[in-house]
């Protein structure tokens, strides 16, 4: 599971990793990757089916 947040296809889903440049967003991944920091740091995530991020949608009406 802890794939799926690093997942290259994801983060490009996001606003803020999809204006990075991707060298640059994969070797910061890698050195995530590599050193468990992540993992460790969001270990609660790792087994969750869903993730509320709170982007919400609001449309005025009549």
Known sequence: ????????????A????????AD????AIAGLRASGAWARRH???LHRD???YGY????AGE
């Open 1 to 12: 599971m802890p794939e799926l947040y690093l997942d290259r296809a994801a983060r490009q």
């Open 14 to 21: 996001s606003s803020t990793f999809a204006q990075l440049p």
């Open 24 to 27: 640059i967003v994969d070797l």
């Open 43 to 45: 270990a609660d995530r």
């Open 50 to 52: 869903s993730v509320d």
């Open 56 to 59: 919400r949608l609001l449309v």
